[in-house]
């Protein structure tokens, strides 16, 4: 059976519009129909590698896995990743398109959305019904004219559109009544009704709420979502992050290991850390460059999209000074992809990949030195650990980089690369230094291994003397899936499932 397709609308950023779009992805798998996930564009630094080494945004990912399916980068045509000054790099279809100034950008949109609408056509060809999400506030009236991902999408779609408001951070009312009355009658007619986020205590006190809102727009508040403090996960973009800031400054915590993920001003693919932070006996933060390091077990330089920009940024902070003595002081330190290349002596960006043509010294704590390449390497990978913890056991996970790493001293390399896009290679990927403590690798998704992630953590534990002899069982893949039932099954208890199925039943 087809079904019209339903579209996931905010009010603002950061409202909830990609995990209920994942909840409605799993709640109608679980009914028996093939469903599958769509953004038109994305923006996020937090990106993911298919199996067939194409690009694309981590949210579609998620909601990928809620419908059951593999991510393919039709779910997300285009990828912005927004870089150092003016502009973004433009993925498109999984490649890179190029790096373009809004204005370049806003010029091509009218070719790109031939480009999404071929995208979105294949997967309507082959699911029964596509979820469709939406970016930031779908009502920004000076961006009307240049809309492909929000109400414009929508339309070429076909959708009904839902908008959602997040009620915790106030102003429920100016967000969908003062929305509905900027929207234009076409939009005016493709909205079907509005869904209430993240409410905390009981759903009957909005009762009187929902009558207001259903009587100023004539459209149904076809459901009040709790706020699920503690759901764990995958986020989309670093404004979720904005909300860790709460952690910064807090001080180490006594017989467990103590993580700080150092907060970047361009960090990337901080999804990297999500495992670490469920595993008992483990107190991840996420460090401001003004902070102590004090107390901590274990510091980590995560991904970020420009490597000499934010090295250079630690040193004026002061940062780079402290991640140095705390190495000299026997603590670990582990890089990953833009990581690992500020751990080395030297990055070097002879033709301007990340913005002005430079090279900077780095971190020294590994004797390797990088060089940004024009060639972007996009890919899944599967091998084993070498140097890294955990010797001989497998590791999956992938490569988003545009930089060639060379060794100029000793050590070992951090893990063997046996296959690449599931093509065999015998390949190395990071280094190790002779003191075991300090590594980096470009791979990134390692934390999911489980195995790898216990016996990195197990040895941490055993050099800092901090006892886990509750050895974790925590299986990362199966714990995702928990969280996903666990939102499917709150979203499915709140929200008027049967006017939905209703109104996706309508001809359009």
């Not at 990106?47 to 579609?60: H, K, L, V, W, Y």
């Not at 939406?134 to 929508?154: H, I, K, P, Y």
């Not at 197990?458 to 006892?467: I, L, P, Q, Y």
């Not at 990362?476 to 499915?492: C, I, K, N």
């Amino acid at each position: 059976m087809l079904y019209r397709p339903l579209m996931i609308l905010g009010a603002g950023s950061d409202v909830g519009k990609t995990l209920l779009a994942a909840a409605l992805c799993r709640i109608f798998r679980q009914d028996g129909v093939r469903v599958a996930p769509f953004k038109a564009q994305n923006m996020a630094l937090n990106s993911f590698i298919t199996p067939a080494g194409g690009e694309m945004g981590r949210a579609q990912v998620l909601q990928a896995q809620a419908a059951g399916l593999t991510p393919h980068v039709d779910m997300n045509p285009i990828l912005l990743k927004p870089s150092r000054g003016v502009g973004c790099q433009v993925i498109v279809q999984g490649k890179v398109y190029g790096n373009l100034t809004s204005a370049e950008y806003y010029r091509r949109k009218p070719a790109l959305m031939r480009t999404v609408m071929a995208c979105f056509r294949r997967l309507a060809a082959a699911h029964e019904l596509i979820i469709l999400e939406g970016a930031g506030s779908a009502v920004e009236l000076n961006l009307r004219r240049s809309d492909l991902v929000n109400f414009a999408m929508a339309k070429k779609a076909g959708a009904a559109a839902l908008l959602v408001a997040d009620i915790d951070r106030g102003g429920v009312f100016a967000a969908t009544i003062g929305s509905f009355n900027l929207l234009t009658p076409g939009q005016r007619r493709l909205l079907a009704g509005f869904i209430i986020n993240k409410f905390r205590g009981d759903p009957a006190l909005f009762a009187e709420g929902v009558k207001i809102i259903e009587k100023r727009t004539r459209r149904p508040v076809l459901g009040v979502v709790p706020y699920l403090a503690d759901l764990a996960l995958p986020e989309e973009d670093s404004v979720p992050l904005d909300r860790q800031r709460s952690t910064c400054g807090q001080p180490a915590k006594k017989g467990v290991l103590n993580i700080g993920v150092i907060r970047l001003p361009h960090i990337s693919n901080y999804t990297d850390f999500g495992p670490l932070k469920q595993e008992p006996k483990v107190h991840l933060r996420y460090l401001d460059a003004a902070e102590s390091l004090d107390g901590l077990d274990v510091l980590i330089l995560p991904g970020t999209k420009s490597t000499i920009s934010d090295l250079v940024f630690l040193k004026h902070k002061g940062m780079a000074d402290k991640i140095q003595a705390f190495a000299e002081s026997g603590g670990h330190i582990v890089g990953i992809c833009g990581g690992y290349q500020m751990l080395g002596l030297e990055v070097r960006d002879p033709v301007g990949v990340e913005g002005e043509p430079g090279a900077e010294a780095g971190l020294g704590l590994l004797p390797i030195v990088t060089t940004m390449a024009g060639t972007k390497t996009t890919t899944q990978v599967a091998g084993e650990a070498l140097g890294a913890p955990g010797a001989g056991l497998p590791v999956t996970g992938y490569e988003i980089h545009m930089g060639v790493t060379e060794i100029q001293g000793p050590g070992q390399p951090a893990l063997a690369v046996t296959e690449r896009n599931g093509q065999p290679v015998r390949l190395t990927d990071g280094w190790v230094a002779p003191n075991g403590r300090v590594w980096g690798a470009y791979v990134h998704g390692l934390f999911d291994n489980d195995a790898f992630r216990r016996a990195f953590l197990d040895k941490v534990s055993r050099e800092r003397g901090v006892a886990r002899s509750d050895n974790s069982d925590l299986s990362w893949q199966s714990f995702q899936e928990e969280q996903l039932d666990r939102l499917a099954q709150t979203v499915r208890r709140h929200l008027d499932m049967e006017k939905i199925r209703a109104l996706l039943s309508q001809a359009f």
